[in-house]
């Protein structure tokens, strides 16, 4: 009778054993799923650069196993500079201020062409892996100093997709953090041409959530913090840059990390008191007795200064204070950065009024100062062919603003120099000395 019982037991035995392998199997696939989308979602930086040996070695066909890595990414650069030597006009020559030779190539502007529409980048886009080797895209952190220090920027944009693409060429790289928001009011093949352009890349995305942007309202400042609340879940990047797609930088990858090192926590904003225009704060003075700040929208703001405006109670009643007053997006930052009773860390301690050394945004304004050589919108200036002197010898960031679509030169010149300058601060031919941005006043007098 015993044996019967355990002859019985057996059938169950072996139910169980496959049971038990079976549970094990499945939750390992799971698992596995699991971290997969994790670090889809969360890491895709280092996945990208995981792929940088093999690209290169795939994109110059490199038959010498004993080739470095330093060598392929020599290469790398090398090539993609040669894709932006701007056959049109001798860009060099107008940077230096070449009066003669530019009033020349200003004649020819309007006859230089192509331009790629919206259909052509949702083409283009198909075959993702091509489109960024044909359209230069740099997939490599390029230096240890730039991977350990990435950046994160919002796009704000409307029209002009290949504006917009040019840009993004202009500051990607892989270790960086992109986010776009395109206006409601945005044509559809622009939102599908941008859209198709962000899914190229792990690191760039769309808002989840639009809005119709309007000039002087609410509209304006909330899509930035769209982005500010989207890019906080990366945890890696050190500083916030916002910019337009009607913009275009200054200065390389590795310079704006050599500057922003040198910013040491210090954040970029611009403020004015005396010159305020009082109507526009509606008789209705900000909370807790703060003083009422003005600055432009652009700014360069250090992670913790982001992390207070997102997560601190007094941030959040400014901002509240600020959806009631006129211009909204040029009172909000401002007023957090120029309050220094706030205590806090990277604002300024000093009168706004004093405070000379705005670089965020190369803008000019129709009397000002500088003299704009092209035409003026609503009192900004479009930068244009006979102000690459000017560019080329400004200490800010990035420029507004720019129309491609009636001066294609201007950024031609500009993405040579970029390019160009990248290629030689990596092959060591060329150095870039930030002491200038290390004693600039707001950094100097920074709340610690």
Known sequence: MESIRNYCRKPFLVFCLFSVIAVSYVFLILYGNYISAY??????????????????????????????????????????????????????????GDQTYTQNVEKIVPTVKGSLSDEDYMSLTEDCETFKKTRGYIMSSLTEEEKEFPIAYSIMTFKNSEMVERL????YRPQNYYCIHVDMKSSDSFLLAVSAISKCFAN????????????????????????????????????????????????????????????????????????????RWNNRPPPFGLRPVKGAIHVTISRSFVDYVLHNKTAQAVLNWSTTIGVPDEGFFPTLNFNPQLGVKGTYSGDPDEMKDYLTRYKIWYGGHDQCA???????????????????????????????EEDRVVIGCLEEKLFNDTRDEYLGTKTFNESYYANLDFVKYQII
């Open 39 to 96: 670090q889809s979602h969360c890491d895709p930086i280092e996945r990208k650069e995981n792929t940088i040996v093999s690209n290169n070695r795939s994109l110059f066909h490199a038959r010498d196993k004993q080739i470095t890595d330093k060598e392929l990414t020599s290469l790398y650069v090398k090539n993609i500079s040669s894709l932006f030597n701007f056959k049109e006009a001798n860009c060099s020559r107008l940077i230096s």
């Open 168 to 171: 993004l060429r202009s500051i």
């Open 204 to 279: 760039v995305f769309l808002t989840s959530t639009r809005r119709k942007v309007y000039w002087g309202t609410y509209t304006v400042l909330e899509p930035e913090l769209f982005c500010l609340k989207e890019l906080w879940r990366y945890r890696k990047w050190k500083y916030f840059i916002n910019l337009t797609g009607q913009e275009f930088p200054l200065k390389t990858n590795f310079e704006l990390v050599k500057i922003l090192k040198a910013y040491n926590g210090a954040n970029n904003i611009e403020g004015v008191v005396k010159r305020v225009n009082e109507e």
């Open 374 to 404: 092209g035409s003026s919108v609503r009192g900004v200036c479009i930068q244009s062919t006979g102000d690459l002197y000017r560019l080329g010898q400004a200490k800010h960031l990035f420029a507004n603003k720019f129309y491609l």
